[in-house]
């Protein structure tokens, strides 16, 4: 096995594809090392060790995730429409993600609905930012109710934890996209003031 250099990118990319295909139980280094071309010692240059690889695995799929629908709420001319954007397209990306899938039937402790117990929490806390933020974007426009921010995100945000665990983790099926499609939109009605509300539930009907 040749000794080479490998951009953290690719060596996380690579690893999330291991360790989803395999568990983290399963995974060991050699296998990572072997999909990178790099022997094992080589890829104690880059990691500490497995644990640690897996983590910085995980939190670099979950940045990605949120900076996808970041970017996509970009789209949003009016915080409403970027509050329903965020919490619609987080749910889509991971139904398209087949690779986090696996990572949560594999490992059911990535998602967590109290901060407390989340090992993620570094992540998820910019994730609850980004909500937060939203939110009180809303009210300061005056397209949302007043509300406290803080106590909305957390509500929110367990929310989401709950249907995201209930679909891919307990693995309840479709049925549970469907409840959250229609959870999404009383949210929605909850927060928005009608006014500002049309054109954004238009576009489901």
């Known amino acids: 096995m040749r000794k080479k250099s490998i951009r953290t990118e690719e060596l996380l990319e690579t690893a999330l594809r291991v360790f989803a295909r395999y568990g983290y139980g399963k995974t060991t280094l050699d296998d990572i090392a072997a999909e990178v071309s790099m022997t094992k010692a080589n890829l104690y240059n880059y990691v500490r060790s497995k644990q640690d ?98 106590l909305v995100t957390e509500y929110l945000f367990s929310n989401y934890m709950m249907f995201l665990m209930k679909r891919y983790v307990i693995r309840e099926g479709e049925h549970t996209s469907q409840v959250f499609d229609e959870s999404l939109k009383i949210i929605v009605r909850g927060l928005v003031k009608p006014t500002y509300l049309t054109d954004i539930l238009e576009e489901e009907r």
């Open 53 to 150: 690889l897996y983590h910085r695995s995980v939190c670099y799929a979950l940045e990605k995730w949120r900076y996808v629908v970041a970017r996509k709420m970009q789209h949003g001319k009016r915080p409403a429409e970027r509050l329903y954007v965020m919490i619609r397209e987080a749910m889509v990306y991971i139904e398209e993600n087949h690779q986090l899938q696996q990572l949560l039937i594999h490992d059911k402790r990535i998602f967590s609905i109290s901060p407390e117990t989340d090992q993620f929490s570094e992540v998820n806390a910019a994730a609850r930012d980004l909500l937060c933020s939203t939110i009180k974007e809303g009210m300061q426009s005056g397209e949302f109710y007043q509300v406290n921010p803080e």
